[in-house]
C-alpha cells in the first residue's frame, strides 16, 4: 500500500536546523511532484516547498526562501527538507505530499512530523 513516513521533526531553538526525511513506499516515486506542506492549529495546510519528478525544478514560500532547502533521492525513494535559520513562526506539524497530475492523477500525504521552534 501507498506509504509516506516522515521523520526529522523535533525541539529546536530559534536560528538552529532541522532536516525532514519523507520515505515512500507503494507507488512509482520517480513520476510524482513532491512537496512539503505545514499546518498549525486554526490555519489551512500551505505550501512550503516543491520539487519536481527530476528535482529539476523547486519552487518555496516566501516565508522560506533562502532558508530551507528541498531535495529528492529517486533511488532512495525520498525528499527532504533543509530547514536552516528557524523562527518560531515555522512551528507547525510538517506533511509530505506526492502528487501525480495526468491522464492518471493521484495525490498522498504522509502522516506529519512535529516542528517546534522555541528557546
Known amino acids: 500500500q501507498v506509504q509516506l513516513v516522515e521523520s526529522g521533526g523535533g525541539l529546536v531553538q530559534p536560528g538552529g536546523s532541522l532536516r525532514l526525511s519523507c520515505a515512500a513506499s507503494?507507488?512509482?516515486?520517480?513520476?510524482?511532484?513532491m512537496s512539503w506542506y505545514r499546518q498549525t492549529p486554526g490555519k489551512e495546510r500551505e505550501l512550503v516547498a516543491r520539487?519536481?519528478?527530476?528535482?529539476?525544478?523547486?519552487d518555496y514560500a516566501d516565508s522560506v526562501k533562502g532558508r530551507f532547502t528541498v531535495s529528492r533521492d529517486n533511488v532512495k525513494k525520498s525528499v527532504y527538507l533543509q530547514m536552516n535559520s528557524l523562527k518560531p513562526e515555522d512551528t507547525a506539524v510538517y506533511y509530505c505530499?506526492?502528487?501525480?497530475?495526468?491522464?492518471?492523477?493521484?495525490?498522498?500525504w504522509g502522516q506529519g512530523t512535529q516542528v517546534t521552534v522555541s528557546p
Open positions: 505530499n506526492a502528487q501525480l497530475v495526468g491522464i492518471i492523477s493521484a495525490n498522498y
Open positions: 520539487i519536481t519528478t527530476a528535482g529539476v525544478s523547486t
Open positions: 507503494g507507488f512509482t516515486f520517480s513520476a510524482f511532484a
